[in-house]
């Protein structure tokens, strides 16, 4: 193909149409508490934030090689930073949820600098065994009711706003708000020179690091900004909730394993795989829900297939088949011959 | 001779168990082109890991400018100002080729190099600056490797097995482009297997073999039967 008859473009006319159906779509879901029912907007609300999940953690171990299994540590230290700073520090809900990035980041640091020793399956287990830590150290909190928890103060609820119509659908919107906040980040993120960094460790971490890239700094930032990120996160789950205990909010398996379920089977290293996988998971979890156990036994045994059949997840499938890219990182030559190809 | 820009002094290195250099001692002046000749294994990649950062040794035995770097990370060598050319490209697939060169000028240091001189050197570059790194062919993706190296704006600047796996007719190309990339006092090692070419290039020559330095001369007065004798390790 001769370059010089063909023209090169970042976007692709698929990612064009994703973006208008994208904001359609973002219309129709903001406008969700005047359609949608009350059951539906809980469903979604916890949809989009186990998107955001999905996609910090997908930041962290599909772009960073940051494999953690320990980030309900700032799930549950976000919801209980919620609980602490409306309660005992008198602040609104509002200014509780902003300020929880900031001490997320702030506890993240020690915690990163901890770790950051450890390789592998050794940083996997160092992640679990500090995210244990924290749960044991909010049980010991009588304050915020120790090992049995505690519920939002029916006071704190209603200064949300003054109709449970109201704060429901506040809650829906700050959790459809995160989820995008947080994908336009990564997205934003990978776009820039920092983001063209990390995507260089990524490839080739030996040839990065010769470039004078500082693969510990650039790893460091993002451990840090994922964890922020997710303690805000964990704050908008338990403003759902409304009651926290220690279990609830160091779950391995709900913030950890069905969120790394999740990024496998939708595709990891991509901004697309998480939301594909969110969508399968809650589709999964809907369908299935009532088979108890065997449930979970399904979720197993497609992770299982989808990982030796499409190590790439779903995601890998689609774009290999029709070389779809919803959210273009990188360049494209487009033969100039009069036929678009797509 | 001018004052050296690099000393290696009783450099060793090690893969666990296994030892890949012996006590190396090597000095590159300023502004100097010198080339390193070996056969396979013969310890020349893990040199070039050692200066660059890679493999990490005792701080005294790579001594960059008067300074101990023998302990430093790979990036804190980049920012002294050493490029690696790696064997084997080593590009980055997710990335195009523009996205390559601009990660090469990360680390920010003022120089005569930028995209657009890189893009002067070699103008295939430019036109395929959108296109995947590894659409290239394999002399292209030398050429991106070298433009990311020089993006960097080095002091001296590291060939590892420069015309490995390349077509006689892209090597010439590349080695037709050297003069103006180190004729601005750039210091460079180059690492090579084909003999000529690196006398060709050179004004000093090490030969290694299992790991230590069997000879070391100037490249216009060392005779065939010596590299051959030092290259082969035939007495």
């Known amino acids: 193909m001769n370059a010089t008859q063909s023209h090169v473009t970042r976007t692709t006319s698929t990612a064009r149409a994703a973006m208008l159906f994208g904001a359609i779509a973002t219309a129709i879901l903001i406008a969700a508490p005047w359609w949608a029912g009350r059951a539906d907007m809980r469903l979604m609300s916890e949809l989009f934030l186990y998107m955001a999940l999905a996609s910090l953690w997908n930041l962290m171990a599909g772009y960073a090689g940051l494999v953690s299994v320990g980030q309900q540590a700032y799930v549950g230290f976000g919801g209980y930073m919620l609980f602490a700073l409306t309660i005992f520090g008198g602040l609104h809900p509002m200014a509780a949820i902003a300020l929880t990035p900031v001490l997320g980041a702030l506890v993240s640091v020690p915690v990163a600098i901890l770790i950051f020793r450890l390789r592998g399956a050794y940083f996997a287990i160092g992640t679990w065994v500090i995210a244990e830590v924290f749960r044991l150290v909010f049980a010991q909190v009588l304050a915020l009711g120790g090992g049995s928890g505690s519920s939002l103060p029916v006071g704190i609820v209603r200064s949300l706003a003054d109709s449970r119509s109201g704060r429901e659908a506040l809650s829906y919107w700050l959790a459809l708000g995160a989820a995008l906040l947080v994908i336009a980040v990564i997205y934003l993120f990978l776009r820039s020179r920092k983001g063209l960094a990390l995507t260089a460790i990524r490839d080739n971490e030996l040839a990065a690091g010769s470039l004078g890239i500082d693969i510990w700094r650039t790893k460091f930032v993002v451990y840090v900004v994922v964890s922020a990120l997710t303690a805000m996160i964990g704050a908008l789950i338990f403003l759902q909730k409304l009651r926290i205990s220690p279990d609830a909010a160091f779950s391995v398996n709900d913030w950890t394993a069905f969120v790394i379920f999740i990024v496998v089977i939708g595709g990891i290293g991509t901004i697309e795989g998480p939301i594909i996988g969110t969508l399968v998971f809650f589709l999964l979890r809907e369908t299935l829900a009532d088979l108890g156990t065997i449930y979970l036994m399904v979720l197993g045994l497609v992770a299982i297939i989808v990982m030796l059949k499409a190590p790439k997840g779903l995601w890998g499938l689609v774009r290999e088949r029709f070389g779809l890219e919803l959210f273009p990182l990188g360049y494209r030559v487009e033969p100039a011959t009069g036929k678009k190809e797509d | ?235």
């Not at chain 2, 070298?146 to 007719?169: C, K, Q, T, Y």
């Not at chain 2, 290694?208 to 005779?223: F, M, P």
Request: hydrophobic share 45%; glycine share 12%.
């Open chain 2, 1 to 235: 001779m001018h004052e050296p820009i690099l000393q290696i002094v009783g450099l060793s290195a090690h893969y666990g168990d296994f030892q890949a250099l012996y006590d190396i001692d090597m000095t590159v002046a300023e502004g100097e082109v010198l080339a390193i000749i070996g056969a396979n294994g013969a310890g020349k990649t893990t040199l070039m890991w050692s200066i660059a950062g890679l493999m990490r040794n005792g701080a005294d035995q790579v001594r960059y400018r008067g300074e101990a770097i023998g302990g430093l990370r790979a990036d804190q060598v980049a920012e002294r100002g050493i490029a690696l050319v790696p064997e084997g490209r080593q590009l980055f697939p997710s990335l195009s080729v523009e996205e390559n060169l601009i990660i090469g000028g990360q680390v920010g240091r003022d120089g005569p190099w930028s995209l657009r001189r890189v893009f002067e050197l070699f103008p295939i570059l430019q036109e395929r600056r959108k296109q995947a790194s590894t659409s290239l062919s394999g002399g292209q993706q030398q050429m991106v490797a070298i433009g990311r190296a020089l993006m960097a704006n080095p002091d001296l600047i590291l060939f590892d097995e420069i015309s490995l796996g390349l077509a006689p007719v892209i090597i010439r190309d590349i080695y037709q482009a050297l003069p103006g990339i180190v004729g601005g006092g750039m210091s460079a090692i180059i690492v090579e297997q084909d003999i000529t070419k690196a006398l060709s290039v050179s004004s000093r020559i090490y030969c290694l073999q299992e790991g230590r330095v069997s000879l070391e001369g100037a490249s216009d007065t060392v005779s065939r039967e010596e590299i051959s004798r030092a290259y082969f390790g035939i007495e």
